[in-house]
């Protein structure tokens, strides 16, 4: 039997996580819940992220994760 051992002490992990997430479109919850997903996506999200600066995506995945 092979055993891997892995030095992650400065990886984040959780084991709960879903299969991906969107740590940029956290500031964006909120944002026109009330329409479809197309339209929720061209109207919203897509102009936002391209509107994003490396400012703004820190600031959002470090609203999104845990300290």
Request: charged content about 20%; overall charge negative.
């Amino acid at each position: 039997m092979l055993i891997l051992v892995i030095d992650a002490k400065s990886v984040l992990s959780c084991q709960a996580c879903p299969d991906h997430i969107h740590l940029c479109q956290t500031l964006f919850r909120g944002a026109a819940d009330d329409l479809a997903l197309i339209d929720w996506l061209k109207e919203r999200v897509w102009p936002m992220e391209a509107a994003h600066t490396a400012a703004s995506v820190r600031a959002s995945a470090r609203l999104a994760l845990p300290s």
